[in-house]
Structures are given as C-alpha cells and as structure tokens.
C-alpha cells in the first residue's frame, strides 16, 4: 500500500485479514445525503472503525488512524468504556501498526470442533 493510501484503505485490508482469520466483521460506512457525507448512528458518537469477533470467543474494537491524527474524546472513552466490559479495544496506527496487526488477524487458528 502507498503512503497515499487513506485511513478506509487500511480498513479494506484489515478486513479482509480478518475474514481470512475467521473473523466476524462490523464496519459502518457513510453514505451521501442532501448534507454530504454522514454515516448515521443511533445512540453515542464516536464508536470504533470496526469491531471484530472470533468464533473462539475473542472480541476487538479497533479504532483506526494515520499520524499526525488522533481521536477525538468520544473516540477515547468508547475505547475506554470497551475495556472496562473485558473487550480487547485498540487505538491502530496506520500503517504503522498494520503489518503486526494483518498478521495476528489472519493467522487466527481454527476453531477446533467439540469433538477434538
């Protein structure tokens, strides 16, 4: 990927890292209204880029962002708050951090059947 490449570039190839991993995908994206671009939610600003969950029980909440950006307080205290419930929430820098983070996604070992 080029240093040119956007933040929902990344998200792509994360995406398809996890779905090789086994991984179930959330992803919100914007759409085009009368008022430009918005991705409508219910409910508090500032949810993660994607939340992942593995069969075998894991969960990831990964906020996504190119430096010099950062997230916004709202960002923060989701992260936070999906700590503090016991899910694995991350600030990722890309693309800083998404080599180690492609590889821990897609080589999730399958899950093993009841009777192994």
């Given at each position: 990927m080029t240093e040119r490449a956007t933040e929902r570039d990344y998200e792509t190839t994360i995406i398809d890292a996890a779905r090789l991993g086994g991984w179930f995908v959330h992803a919100e994206r914007?759409?085009?209204?009368?008022?430009?671009?918005?991705?409508?939610?219910?409910?508090?600003?500032?949810?993660?880029?994607?939340?992942?969950?593995?069969?075998?029980?894991?969960?990831?909440?990964?906020?996504?962002?190119?430096?010099p950006n950062k997230p916004t307080p709202e960002q923060m205290s989701w992260l936070l708050a999906l700590e503090l419930a016991g899910i694995d929430a991350r600030l990722v820098y890309v693309p800083d951090d998404l080599h180690a983070l492609v590889a821990e996604l897609a080589m999730t070992p399958p899950r093993k059947k009841e009777s192994e």
């Open positions: 914007p759409a085009r209204s009368a008022k430009g671009w918005r991705t409508p939610i219910r409910g508090h600003a500032g949810w993660p880029d994607l939340f992942l969950v593995n069969p075998d029980g894991r969960a990831l909440a990964l906020e996504l962002k190119r430096r």
